[in-house]
Every structure is written in structure tokens, then in C-alpha cells.
């Protein structure tokens, strides 16, 4: 169906996770006729499958109490909704460094009894896997991994099966607005131009969110953009069955991470390659390829090996290479809020953008509350 010749409900800007699951609320919950808007030739291949693939449970943000707080209401809705891409089978770790680090032991055995997480010391065993002298408590959690190939098999199916029209190596390029309607210009196969006329617009590009030209007036609140590596390693068999992070300042992350069968790796100093505050006509997606992408695995596992040395056995198999986009105002917190914003200067024109994939019930909730009508 060629919608250009055709006046859509809703079209939805984005095909990651967000964006392909308020498509489907929209189609399926609202009786909307939506059109889904994807620059990549798949769902789900950038963002939402380029990054840790953690469900968190609030254990990451003890600074944060409402991010970890909406996190612990989140994460068992998750695990319910789609059991299939949850990756269950593993024992999560939480080490507390000795130092530099901004929450001790007990402050963060306090935070989880706060917001009710699941927390108790770890076993002998896997305390054996530390520099306790670096390392002042470990904790053993409930916290999961998801598998975002599982996730866009399900994105797929649903999307055909309310109706929502994909189009996918397709690139929204400016919102505008008309006498009726939004109007949205494409760029297509072969650089193909055409319009949709539209009577909602739902902005979930992630760090393309403000590279729309037209009306479109930009987030009021101010986005970080940053280039980021996500290693895959292949773990030594002590680690197979483990996910670790080290809390809460010096700290790295070691998850599993389903689609290869490989344990991730990430460390606040070495992950971010470089940043830079979000305008348009700065787009992330042309820096990001125009960065060379040389890795930095070796600091990364030096500097991890200090607090879990049987990380010097683990092999590097490959980088993921990803723009990060944050809220600026939560740096200083580590908090993931949501942005939900109505653009009042182009009604009927929403932007969307969330920090983890369990915000996407605050998302839906935020839509339950507005009217939308056919």
C-alpha cells in the first residue's frame, strides 16, 4: 500500500522497541490506522538491540528513587508480558567497591529494602570471584536480560496482525502542519520523496528525535548525545552463568546477552567514546559512522580485572557501537525518566524518547490519558 495516497491516523517515527510497541497500542487500543516509519531495513536493530540488554529491577539507581522505584513496578510486568524474550537463567551479582564509590554497602542494602527489591549477601563461592580488598560487599539480586531478536519476532506479528503499514529503509525527514493535518515527508528506497498526511504524530527516533526539519520545534528539554561501545566477550566457564556489576561510581557491567550467546561488557570510563550536546542539523546516525569505532576492550578489561581477575581468561569477540541519547538535567542523578512531550506549537505532534526498556509501560500510561480520536 502506498501511503502517501492515503491519510493515516498516526504515523509513528522509529522502529526500535518503543516504537514498534506504541504502534501497536495505538492500532490495537485505540482503533487507530497507523503507518510505522523505520530508516534501518529491520526493527529493532539499532538502539534497542545495540546496548546491555538489561530489564532492570532498580538495583542500578540508588540516586535515582523514583527511576528505581517505576523500575521495581515495571520489571515483574515485563517478565509477564513477554516471558519469551526474558532470559531468566542466570544468578545477578551486585558488588560494592571500597572506594570511589558513591553509595557504601549499607546504603545500598537500605535503598533496595526501600523500594522492595529482592537482596541478600552472596555465597561463599561467589565471593571468591573478587579483590576483596577493592571490593566491600557482594550481593546476589533478581534482575534478567532480554533478547531483542525474540522481541522484534514479536514486533513483527503484531504489528501485521493489528494492521499497522511498516515501511522500513525509510526515513522520516520534517513534520509539518497543515489546514488538517500533520504532514510528514519520507524519504524512501532510492532517495524516493512523498508525503503522509497525518492526524497524530509520535516521534520515537531516540537520538534522531531532533534531526526533523519543517515545524517541527525541537524537545524543550536539552539531549546528550554519546558514541558508545558495548563488548561482547565470551566468557571462561566460572562467569557462564553469572551477570555482575560493580556499584556505584568506578563501576562496569557484565551481563548476558542472548542474541550471541555472549556476555556483555561495559565500564562508565570506557564505554562513551565521546559526546556532545544534541542540536539539529547535527545528525548523530552520519558522526557515529563517520568515528572510526577502534575499540577500547583493553581498558575496559584492565581496569575490570582489578575487581574480577578471572576476566583476564574471558575472550573479546566483538564491539556494538551505538548513539546514546540522555536527558541532560539527569547526569548528575544517573536517573532514566522518561520524555513524554506534547508539542503545543505543532498539535497533534508527540516526542517520545525512554532510557530503558521497561519505561515503555510509563510511555503507555502517559497515552492512556490522552484523547485521541479518529
Not at 277 to 290: E, F, T
Request: hydrophobic share 35%.
Amino acid at each position: 500500500m502506498d501511503v502517501s495516497d492515503s491519510t493515516m491516523d498516526a504515523v509513528v517515527i522509529g522502529g526500535g522497541f518503543y516504537g514498534s510497541a506504541i504502534a501497536i497500542y495505538l492500532a490495537k487500543q485505540r482503533g487507530l490506522k497507523v503507518v510505522l516509519i523505520e530508516r534501518e531495513s529491520e526493527l529493532l536493530s539499532r538502539a534497542s538491540y545495540n546496548n546491555q540488554a538489561r530489564i532492570h529491577n532498580g538495583y542500578h539507581y540508588p540516586r535515582s528513587f523514583t527511576t528505581a522505584y517505576r523500575s521495581r513496578i515495571n520489571f515483574p510486568r515485563f517478565v509477564t508480558d513477554w516471558p519469551e524474550a526474558v532470559k531468566q537463567d542466570f544468578t545477578k551479582l551486585y558488588a560494592i567497591a571500597r572506594r570511589n564509590s558513591k553509595v557504601t554497602a549499607k546504603q545500598f542494602l537500605k535503598f533496595c529494602k526501600e523500594i522492595g527489591a529482592k537482596i541478600e549477601p552472596a555465597d561463599k563461592s561467589f565471593r571468591q570471584l573478587f579483590e576483596t580488598q577493592l571490593v566491600e560487599e557482594i550481593f546476589m539480586v533478581e534482575e534478567y536480560a532480554y533478547d531483542s531478536t525474540k522481541l522484534a519476532i514479536w514486533a513483527i506479528s503484531e504489528l501485521e496482525e493489528c494492521g499497522v503499514i511498516v515501511k522500513l529503509s525509510t526515513r522520516a525527514t520534517s513534520i509539518s502542519s497543515t489546514k488538517k493535518r500533520l504532514s510528514v515527508n519520507i524519504l524512501g528506497d532510492n532517495d524516493t520523496a512523498s508525503e503522509i498526511l497525518s492526524r497524530y504524530v509520535f516521534n520515537c527516533a531516540y537520538s534522531g528525535l531532533n534531526q526533523m526539519e519543517g515545524d517541527f520545534p525541537c524537545t524543550s528539554i536539552h539531549l546528550k548525545q554519546e558514541i558508545t561501545e558495548m563488548v561482547l566477550m565470551d566468557v571462561p566457564p566460572k562467569l557462564k552463568g553469572l551477570g555482575i556489576t560493580l556499584m556505584d561510581g568506578p563501576f562496569f557491567s557484565l551481563m548476558p546477552f542472548p542474541p550471541r550467546r555472549l556476555h556483555s561488557l561495559s565500564h562508565v570510563r570506557y564505554t562513551p567514546h565521546m559526546h556532545w550536546n544534541d542540536s539539529r542539523g547535527d545528525d548523530p546516525y552520519q558522526k557515529l559512522d563517520a568515528y572510526d569505532q577502534a575499540t577500547q576492550v583493553d581498558r575496559i578489561v584492565r581496569d575490570t580485572a582489578r575487581y574480577l581477575p578471572a576476566i583476564l581468561d574471558a575472550q573479546y569477540v566483538d564491539s556494538l557501537f551505538e548513539v546514546k541519547t540522555v536527558l541532560v538535567k539527569n547526569e548528575s542523578d544517573d536517573g532514566r525518566p522518561i520524555l513524554f512531550e506534547k508539542h503545543e506549537k505543532l498539535p497533534g505532534c508527540y516526542s517520545i524518547l525512554g532510557g530503558k526498556i521497561d519505561n515503555i509501560y510509563d510511555v503507555l500510561e502517559k497515552l492512556d490519558e490522552e484523547l485521541l480520536v479518529r
